[in-house]
């Protein structure tokens, strides 16, 4: 299909807005890099911009569903659905950029559309490229930190589960059973290098929460990133999720989650997982993610416990302030 005419004046210019840098001087606080991709990753973004003072979210371009698998095929671009949750989430103040980005059309051909998404592509077109058109979208938007996708360009998800090769992020986040391999294809992908550098200067490293397979592993299996962990001194965390996912975790405890992380991906065990501590209310056959302490133990782990879920919202999640105090003990 041939790609939609965008407009062609590329005159933007990436300059620093005064504004942007004058708030940038006065933050505080560690360099953190999140890792993940999804709601996930955007609830762990709102959690560590209340203290970091630089913060970095490195994304998986794998996401083959909704809008973002409907637009990357089409303007040869990483899927920007997890992307735009990002940027929202690194935006605390509310404007009408905000509002576009979060708006969502439901009528005509554009139903199902975020409008954000359309935005990301066509800036990258504007900017001559997909990292440029991010930039860009952040000073719009004047977020508090920076969102890098994971690759360079789209990739996409394989799996074996209960021996079976799975192919595509939707298909394997359906599927149930062991997951024995997960990978990135084409195998030959690279890292990019600004999520390189990035991780390379962290301070602490936050992976998850989120679908344990198809976001959080999803950006760690791209070649590069968890080579890059390992080297870095930063602190890794990892933060548990709450429940289980129906055709991801279902009867998975947490030993469970970090013991799929170490033997898929290779990377270092964390030096703290983050778990909520009280009793969580949902249908079987979810259940709460039980963290046993001894068990995580023989991984030489430190399980840090907390009152993690937000009261507000109808679904299970992490409340962002919870969170972030949390984080920041492990800075």
Not at 220 to 231: A, D, R, W
Not at 242 to 268: F, K, N, S
């Amino acid at each position: 299909m041939t790609k939609p005419e965008l407009a062609t004046d590329t005159t933007m210019e990436l300059e620093t807005d005064p504004l942007l840098a004058a708030l940038e001087a006065e933050l505080v606080g560690p360099n953190v890099v999140a890792i993940g991709g999804g709601h996930g990753l955007a609830q762990v973004l709102a959690a560590v911009r209340r203290y970091a003072g630089t913060v970095h979210a490195v994304v998986t371009v794998a996401d083959d569903g909704g809008s973002s698998g409907r637009l990357a095929p089409e303007f040869d671009i990483p899927p920007p659905g997890d992307i735009r949750q990002c940027l929202i989430a690194l935006t605390p103040d509310d404007s009408v950029w905000r509002r576009l980005f979060e708006y969502r059309f439901e009528g005509s051909d554009v139903a199902g559309h975020s409008l954000g998404n359309l935005i990301i592509a066509a800036l990258a077109d504007l900017e001559g490229s997909f990292e440029g058109g991010l930039r860009r979208a952040e000073v719009l938007l004047r977020s508090v930190g920076s969102v890098i996708p994971a690759a360079p360009q789209r990739l996409h998800l394989e799996a074996v589960v209960d021996g079976t090769a799975i192919s595509g992020q939707v298909a394997i986040s359906l599927a149930r059973g062991r997951v024995s391999e997960l990978y990135a294809v084409p195998r030959q992908a690279a890292a990019t290098p600004r999520a390189i550098e990035a991780i390379h200067e962290a301070e602490q490293i936050v992976l998850g929460p989120g679908s344990l397979y198809t976001s959080v592993m999803a950006a760690l299996v791209v070649p590069g990133i968890v080579e890059s962990i390992n080297e870095s001194a930063a602190k890794l965390i990892y933060v548990c999720n709450l429940i289980t996912q129906d055709g991801e975790t279902l009867g998975m405890d947490g030993a469970d989650h970090l013991d799929a992380i170490l033997g898929l991906t290779g990377i270092r065990p964390p030096s703290a997982i983050v778990a909520h501590d009280a009793a969580i209310d949902v249908e079987p056959p979810l259940a709460a993610v039980e963290v046993d302490a001894d068990a995580i133990a023989t991984y030489g782990v430190d399980v840090v416990t907390a009152d993690l879920v937000d009261p507000e919202v109808p679904w299970p999640s992490h409340h962002p302030g919870a969170l972030g105090a949390v984080l920041a003990r492990l800075t």
